[in-house]
């Protein structure tokens, strides 16, 4: 039996300038705002996860963080707009969150790569303004869709 292992295909991680076919992430012209372009090698859905340093807010402070599609008419679809909160025992040096969401397969029919805004913000403030934050890594998990197969005496 000959086995092949998928995982460098379906399992992506990259860092910010980082040459990577698959995932790519870029500061945005705002600071605090993240690009990633994700050009998945199989169709389906996917898992995107973050991992960011927050800068501005001390630690035990709640940070809003908003995943956002461009689509191909040019548009903005949000997938995720969560809160998550920086542990309190964290230093300033240390206030790094690890944000997430998953994008399911009917949202990515047309053919990639895809442009994904990560934004995070500071969830007790009224203004939509970004958070100083950088991001440390990147990692997507492909999630490719596989039809069921008939079994022959069925």
């Known amino acids: ?5 998928l995982g460098p295909l379906l399992d992506t991680v990259a860092t910010p300038g980082e040459a990577n076919p698959r995932l790519r992430v870029e500061p945005a012209a705002t600071p605090g705002v993240f690009r990633l372009e994700i050009n998945p090698a199989v169709r389906g859905g996917l898992d995107v996860s ?3 340093r927050v800068e501005a807010l001390p630690p035990g402070s709640a940070v809003r963080y908003v995943y956002t599609l461009d689509t191909a008419d040019g548009e903005h679809k949000t997938i995720e707009d969560h809160i998550a909160a920086m542990p309190a025992d964290a230093t ?3 206030a790094t969150l690890e944000v997430s969401a998953t994008m399911e397969a009917q949202l990515l029919v047309q053919p990639g790569p895809y442009q994904l805004t990560l934004t995070p913000r500071d969830a007790r403030s009224p203004l939509l303004s970004p ?3 950088t991001v440390g890594v990147a990692r997507v998990r492909f999630l490719p869709q596989i039809p069921l197969e ?3 005496r069925r």
């Open 1 to 5: 039996m000959i086995g092949i292992d």
């Open 50 to 52: 973050t991992r960011v």
């Open 92 to 94: 300033l040096a240390d």
């Open 131 to 133: 958070v100083r934050s």
């Open 150 to 152: 008939r079994h022959p």
